[in-house]
């Protein structure tokens, strides 16, 4: 299986912050890479697809990039809707696998 | 707009069959390049996959999860079915359905229905 390993698994911001989160995998993924926004008790929400690809409605704060092994989604400044949990998900093996999640918290 | 229904029973008992179905509205459950899978949460914990399947009933499972996990799908109710056998406790879950977008199975969770928890106890 392909492990994918976030980092940090929490990270604590103020509104108007620039962040980034980092997701590794365990080998290269191409640019097979997709990003999640999950709230409590909501079901996870697909931001960003083929690395860098923004999903339709999504707003253009959040951007992917990376390639092979690396990648990073990055919130240009961030919004009080933004707080939340955030997944990266490998889709170059159909064995899918998950990153941990990272944890977007109010400083 | 595409909309995703689990449904099924909350709470199961120990050795028991986990038996949940999505209910695809808004969209046909029988177009290509659309997969349809299954992914799990235990409460405060990451997701995990657990299978997925197209429209022509060729699936694919978690080898984690292979023995006891059968995905099924009903084209003409739009519909597609997860059954987990021999659960424990460790199956406790929000159980998600969602479609997956690609290309030979290069697929991503574009859409996704609200969850179900199940609860696993003796």
């Known amino acids: 299986d392909i492990q994918m390993t976030q980092s940090p698994s929490t990270l604590s911001a103020s509104v108007g912050d620039r962040v980034t989160i980092t997701c590794r995998a365990s080998?290269?993924?191409?640019?097979?890479l997709a990003w999640y926004q999950q709230k409590p008790g909501k079901a996870p929400k697909l931001l960003i697809y083929?690395?860098?690809s923004l999903e339709s409605g999504v707003p253009s704060r959040f951007s992917g990039s990376g390639a092979g092994t690396e990648f990073t989604l990055t919130i240009s400044s961030l919004q009080p809707d933004d707080f939340a949990t955030y997944f990266c998900?490998?889709?170059?093996?159909?064995?899918?696998?998950f990153g941990q999640g990272t944890k977007l918290e109010m400083k | 707009q595409l909309q995703l229904q689990e449904s099924g029973p909350g709470l199961m008992k120990f050795s028991e069959t986990l038996s949940l179905t999505c209910s695809v509205s808004?969209?046909?459950?029988?177009?290509?390049?659309?997969?349809w899978g299954w992914i799990r949460q235990p409460p405060g914990k990451g997701l995990e996959w657990i299978g997925t399947?197209?429209?022509?009933?060729?699936?694919n499972y978690n080898p984690s999860l292979k023995s006891r996990v059968t995905i099924s799908v009903d084209t003409s109710k739009n519909q597609f079915s997860l059954k987990l056998s021999s659960v424990t406790a460790a199956d406790t879950a929000v159980y998600y359905c969602?479609?997956?977008?690609?290309?030979?199975?290069?697929?991503?969770?574009?859409?996704w229905g609200q969850g179900t928890l199940v609860t696993v106890s003796s």
């Open positions: 083929r690395a860098s």
């Open positions: 969602a479609r997956l977008s690609g290309y030979d199975l290069r697929a991503r969770f574009d859409s």
């Open positions: 998900q490998q889709y170059d093996s159909y064995l899918y696998t």
């Open positions: 808004g969209g046909s459950i029988s177009r290509i390049n659309y997969y």
């Open positions: 399947i197209d429209y022509r009933g060729n699936t």
């Open positions: 080998q290269s993924i191409s640019s097979w």
